[in-house]
T-cell receptor, first 112, second 115 residues
Framework: GENVEQHPSTLSVQEGDSAVIKCTYSDSASNYFPWYKQELGKRPQLIID?????GEKKDQRIAVTLNKTAKHFSLHITETQPEDSAVYFCAASETSYDKVIFGPGTSLSVIP | DAGVIQSPRHEVTEMGQEVTLRCKPISGHNSLFWYRQTMMRGLELLIYFNNNVPIDDSGMPEDRFSAKMPNASFSTLKIQPSEPRDSAVYFC?????????????FGEGSRLTVL
């Protein structure tokens, strides 16, 4: 089955700096890669996703890149703000609605 | 829509007791997922349903866990008997389940403590 790894497990950045979180997956059949943000005590919520026919996707300060050959994908947050502090999960799925397997999460702290 | 609704929000029980967690997915969504979240193991997929049919239950830890989806608007996750190691936050999530619409909509979770 699919296995998703994520690094780093914790990340601290100064406000205004960029943050990068990297993930790898094992199943070459996976073709849908969402990212979820979970604030303390809250539910995970989708922030961006990418499909295997796209190499990069941007949404304001957030961007995701995908390298299918290497089976890895990354989340980039620019101009970080304190409200970006949360746990970020990458995930992989064979289809858009098949089982979604999550990475272990990255705890991001943005220091004002 | 009110979103995915889970109950109870908090449950404290003693080892050996039966626990039933409930979930009402978003109306019209075709897929329903149960996840367990702990510090040690992160978000683990326990089981998921498509059109009320269980598709993959390989994540269910053992026979003490069972899940049902008798209709499109209701699902339960049952633990019998419960053990302290079952303490976790259990999330239910639903998805439209059609190509190009892969977002999981999570409920607020049920925090289970087994003493």
């Amino acid at each position: 089955g699919e296995n998703v790894e994520q690094h780093p497990s914790t990340l601290s950045v100064q406000e205004g700096d960029s943050a990068v979180i990297k993930c790898t997956y094992s199943d070459s059949a996976s073709n849908y890669f969402p990212w979820y943000k979970q604030e303390l005590g809250k539910r995970p919520q989708l922030i961006i996703d990418i499909r295997s026919n796209v190499g990069e996707k941007k949404d304001q300060r957030i961007a995701v890149t995908l390298n299918k050959t290497a089976k890895h994908f990354s989340l980039h947050i620019t101009e970080t703000q304190p409200e970006d502090s949360a746990v970020y999960f990458c995930a992989a799925s064979e289809t858009s609605y098949d089982k979604v397997i999550f990475g272990p999460g990255t705890s991001l702290s943005v220091i004002p | 829509d009110a979103g995915v609704i889970q109950s109870p929000r908090h449950e404290v029980t003693e080892m050996g007791q039966e626990v039933t967690l409930r979930c009402k997915p978003i109306s019209g969504h075709n897929s329903l997922f149960w996840y367990r979240q702990t510090m040690m193991r992160g978000l683990e997929l326990l089981i998921y349903f498509n059109n009320n049919v269980p598709i993959d239950d390989s994540g269910m830890p053992e026979d003490r866990f069972s899940a049902k989806m008798p209709n499109a608007s209701f699902s339960t996750l049952k633990i019998q008997p419960s053990e302290p190691r079952d303490s976790a936050v259990y999330f239910c999530a639903s998805s439209p389940g059609t190509s190009g619409e892969g977002e999981l909509f999570f409920g607020e979770g049920s925090r289970l403590t087994v003493l």
